[in-house]
């Protein structure tokens, strides 16, 4: 079964940058489309953006303009580029392959 793990998050400051990688343990179901969510503290877990066949892109319409996703075929790896954070990108970010099961996530907290 694949495995999806993600890797990257840290503390930065607001209007600081953070790269999270999701890498797979073999090739991504190409059926699917590759998503990142998030779940911050006391929420529920929300769509993020995603990269389907084709390189098609979609971003949940709030942060569009600040994360962008991109993918490796090559290294089964999944980014999100994040830009301008502020403290309430705090969440912990997962990344989500069809039937794969959800991984641990990365913590990322924004906060000066």
């Known amino acids: 079964q694949v495995q999806l793990v993600e890797s990257g998050g840290g503390l930065v400051q607001p209007g600081g940058s953070l790269r999270l990688s999701c890498a797979a343990s073999?090739?991504?179901?190409?059926?699917?489309?590759v998503a990142w969510y998030r779940q911050g503290p006391g929420n529920q877990r929300d769509f993020v953006a995603g990269?389907?066949?084709?390189?098609?892109?979609r971003y949940a319409d709030s942060l569009k303009g600040r994360f962008t996703i991109s993918r490796d075929n090559a290294k089964n790896t999944v980014y999100l580029q994040m830009n301008s954070l502020k403290p309430e990108d705090t969440a912990v970010y997962y990344c989500?392959?069809?039937?794969?099961?959800w991984g641990q996530g990365t913590q990322v907290t924004v906060s000066s």
């Open positions: 073999g090739s991504f179901f190409s059926t699917y489309g």
């Open positions: 989500k392959n069809g039937p794969t099961p």
């Open positions: 990269i389907y066949s084709g390189g098609v892109t």
